[in-house]
């Protein structure tokens, strides 16, 4: 395991001991004078009283050790002068970033601990008093933290003189301390292998420990103890670091995992039975890397393959993390093609009525069928027909150009002579089945069979239905005779045609009518009618014949039935009904009902007769369906009732009648035993109810004066009463009450002060009737009144009243209107300005005009009325635009040391208005710098300076050229400065153009003119021309050539 050395921290703690204690409460947080915090002059001073000290800190080593506890005394002591009481705070803070530091532990009662922004104070409570000494302590546990850094403790004390804040003195002092802490256990994970393969556990990471104390313990979350695992399966994973010390760290990893192998097959199955064709793409896909397939069978490798016979194919597929993954691939083939023929035999020599089917089994549904005959079909069967006897072939060729070849022999037939002769026996009546076909038949040998066209067998056709009829004979010989067009025939349909039905006009009437006309059959008709002889009848033992057609006329209304016969009795029956023809409803006409009630409150019930305003019906009224109770005081409204009125033939006509029920008698009202009231008091008068007597309910109503029970006002107050009953009816009786009294109320107002004030005064006095008097006003309130209008009113001991209603008055509201405000012309700058008028303008006003020089902000103008003393404010904002600036640079210096292709482009935002740009140079000089002044509407200006660097020109600073020597080892060695690198080389011979380098250097050429072309990464282009000189013997060489060594060197 590595050593790591512990790391020397210092922790300082600052103790900051504050006295600020001419009083003797307890010390406030924040006074100790460390940063961040005040100190206790702030309050305390005022030139010290002639005291002087120092505040002393003791009991902490100057190196600590971490999470140790030590007893920390301070000690404030007086050198000068006689303080009276002393007090002190101290803080301890990390001198690395200020933070609190450490653990304190208040021992002592004189003493307290308080907290403030996550800093911990310690300090007196109370303060402490000196008396005869000069010194005063106090002590606390302090327990150190486990850190690396200094730790200082700010202490301040205050040396009081007991008589406020003033004449104290303040002293502070600092120490600093070193905690030797240890690293945090800090812990990562290094070298993490993924799993290999899909669902596997050969994951591996290794846990790096850092801090802390070793020996340390790992802890896996798969069980893993060591600082490498190895078996770790595809997700997150922790570790958990124990070191020496119990503490403990945690760090995750994700595994990761290829997905799994898997394959996307594409089959394309053998095509016919015993092929070997089949084909199998197998599009394996996921693992790591390259995916190799390997085939059972010794098909061998390849993830494509082809020639494939039918059967199970195992393929084990394999990634580069020699994972694998085993599929199975079926390979299927279509059972053998087999055309399963059937031929039937011609019937007799020369009928041609063979035929062969053909339904084939196996291959690939559907076939094509390619017979001798040329007959050309496709499909899953097929049959040719019509064949005479004979051999014959078949092609077929199934869905995937499989082919089966067969053939077949249909039989010739054996030569007949059969005849035969029907007998046919016709139908009788239509729709009968009574028909009848016999056939003689010739030439034929017993036994025969018939095979009817109706599916019968028998001998005899019959009985059957008119109809087209064919029939197959065949003899013992298998001859066969087919007989077609044999037709049973039958009458047209007897018919008794309805051809009309006259209803009758009313119910009671014999004005219907029935008119048909016969039809179909066979001649020689007989129609009997069910009742009674009609017109155009003659009777033939006792019923009724009737010539065609018939007219039945003179009907009521009712059912009749005949019965019709043909010539071969044929027969047909019918029932018609002649209705009533009278589908009139009756007419209703209805009128209002009033019914009236009795003396006693009481009415009858309606009649019809009460509601008939007249009804009629176009034949005769049978029935009315109308009913009302009996009526009362309780049915006193308008009522709706429902009315029915039938005629003879079922008609009706529903109606609604409505009846009013109506009271007419009025009440009764007497006020002769209440009589004239006369009282010389106001308190409560109280008087019997005139007597009210009606047929029905009524009400009671006072319509003037006031109800019994009540203070009358003074003089003659008239009282009225009306009984009112439920129709209206009135009657109507009064009385009078006098009042006799001298009560008078005096009211003085004096108005608010200001608009809106509420201090306007109401006085109320009482004189006359009856005292003591009692007032009472609106709201409540007779002092602190605001503007509107109060009822007064005064009430004296025998409960007379008086009232008088007045208004509070208030001035005109000043009115303060702004004329215009003038906003700052640039941002920033104090030239806004704010024009008021006030109104009314027949007061003078302390404040009024206009206010100049204005900075942007907001302003509250306060008016003042002169006379009154009233007031108003507005508000009134002074805006400013936006500062004026330039945003979004784009600065390119030149891209060639004389080129002027600079670029300054820039957004200007802020100001007013337009803009105007000016520059103090031109800007294609590209050199130097260049001051942007931009000036809006207002005159407003913003400048910024920008600095344009040129690029130095391409030069060459050094050259070493060295001569050729009769051979191509000539060179020129150079070194480019200037431009921008990186650099391109292009070296050609001034003699022939050709190409010789494109490196910084040239080497091994003959003696020439050479010219380089050099190219910085700005595309700036510069070329230079050299000489390679030929040495032909040592009296060429100069000092600076170096091309000849002479050996052996002697």
Known sequence: MPFRSKKHAIGAFIIVAILFLSFSGQHPAGNTGAPGDGICSNCHGGGGGGFDGDIDISGIPSTVTPNTTYNVTMTLNASTGSPVRGGFQVVALQDANDNNAGDWTNNGGGSSLLTQGGREYFGHNPAQFFGAGTSVSWDADWTAPNIMDDVTFYAVGNLANGSGSGGDKIVVNTLTVTVMGTDPLDVTISNVGDVSCFDGQDGTAFATVSGGTPPYSYVWDNGEDEATAVELDAGNHDVTVTDDDGDSGVASIFISEPSLIEIDPDIEHVSCFDEGDGFVELNAFGGTGALVCEWSDGIGPGCIQADLESGLYFITITDDNNCEVIEEIEIFQPELLLLNMVATAETMLGNMDGSITSTPSGGTAPYNFNWSTGLNENGMNSTVDNLPGGLYFLTVVDQNDCETIESIIVEAGPGCDIAATPDISHISCNRDSTGMIQLMVTGATAPISYSWSNGDTTEILGPVPAGLYSVELNDANDCMLIINDLLVTEPDTLKAQLLSVTETSCADASDGEIVLNVSGGV????????????????????????????????????????????????????????????????????????????????????????????????????????????????????????????????????GTANIIVIDTIAPQIDCSAIGNIVSNSCDTINYQLPVVTDNCNYELEMTEGLPSGSGFPAGETTVEYVAIDECGNTAICSFTVTVNIDLELTVITTDASCFGAMDGVIEASASGGTPPYTYSITGGSYDSLPSGFYSIMVIDATNCIAMETVSILEPAMIDLSLVETQDASCFGVADGAISLDVLPDLYSWDINGDYNMLAPGSYVVTVTDAGSGCTTTAEYIIEQPDELGIENVLQVNPSCYNDSDCVLEFDVVGGTGMTMISYDQELSMCDGEVIVI???????????????????SISIENVVITPSADFDNGSIEIDVAGGTVPYTFTWTNDFDGQVYGNDEDLFNVLTGDYTVEITDANGCISTFSFFVDEITSTTDLDLNDKIVRLSPNP
């Open 523 to 654: 001649g020689d008709y007989e129609l009997t009618w069910s009742n009674g002889v009609t017109n155009d009848t003659s009777i033939i033992d006792m019923d009724t014949i009737v010539n065609i057609p018939d007219t039945l006329s003179g009907l009521m209304a009712g059912v009749y039935s005949f019965e019709l016969l043909d010539g071969n009795n044929c027969f047909v029956t019918d029932t018609f009904t002649v209705s009533i023809g009278d589908t009139v409803a009756p007419t209703l006409i209805l009128e209002q009902a009033t019914i009236y009630l009795d003396s006693s409150g009481q009415a009858p019930p309606a009649s019809f007769a009460d509601i008939d305003a007249g009804s009629f019906d176009n034949c005769s009224i049978d029935s009315v369906a109308f009913e009302t109770p009996s009526f009362d005081c309780d049915d006193i409204l308008a009522f709706d009732f429902p009315v029915t009125l039938f005629d003879s033939a079922g008609n009706s006509t529903v």
């Open 934 to 952: 931009v000036e809006d509407e207002n005159g407003c200006q913003y400048s910024e300076t920008f600095n344009f660097i040129r690029p130095d």
